[in-house]
């Protein structure tokens, strides 16, 4: 479906705008969440209906996941919604995501935290890892440990770099000029 500009639109609003793409990679990458979700929660009630003898335990921490799941897929179906309805400009949907994304940007500055106190006690117990690793002969447990530290490494980035793009995009769905584009119910 083509693209129509009216003439009487402003010069700046025609073209790429960023909180728009923001907006899609947000919905889509809360779509990926939603079918990895469902996936493992999948995976977890086929292990509860298979393994019928599991100690009470195994049976509360597959809940535990199964609850967690459901509550991951639940947030992340209403995100979904939320990003749709921005897309298609609902004036409902403008103030919804912008209190989402800052929800989703102290979670991941939050466990961002948390992995980096992580990384800091791997790097701190990876030398007597390393030692007792040696000691027994391996060689391949100082290359594991590297790709470990680098795959916290990673994962630190981009949970820096989501939190910084959340935090601008619900300042930017703020701004009159962005506020002005949303229609709002008659």
Do not use: N
Not at 26 to 37: E, T
């Amino acid at each position: 479906m083509p693209v129509v500009v009216s003439p009487d639109q402003p010069a700046r609003l025609r073209g790429l705008v960023f909180w728009r793409v923001l907006v899609w990679l947000l919905l889509l990458v809360s779509a990926f969440g939603c079918v990895q979700y469902l996936q493992h929660a999948q995976r977890v009630w086929g292990q509860l209906q298979a393994q019928a003898s599991l100690e009470p335990s195994a049976v509360d921490a597959l809940h535990g996941m199964l609850g967690w799941d459901a509550g991951y897929l639940l947030v992340a179906f209403v995100l979904i919604i939320i990003c749709a309805g921005c897309i298609l400009r609902q004036g409902w949907a403008r103030p919804c995501l912008r209190v989402a994304a800052v929800i989703i940007a102290v979670w991941l500055l939050i466990t961002g935290f948390l992995l980096l106190r992580d990384l800091q006690m791997l790097g701190t117990s990876s030398a007597g890892i390393l030692a007792q690793a040696q000691q027994q002969g391996a060689v391949a447990t100082e290359q594991i440990m590297a790709r470990l530290q680098r795959s916290y490494q990673l994962a630190l980035a981009f949970k820096t770099i989501g939190a910084i793009a959340l935090l601008w995009l619900s300042w930017k769905l703020g701004k009159p000029a962005v506020r002005t584009q949303f229609r709002t119910r008659r």
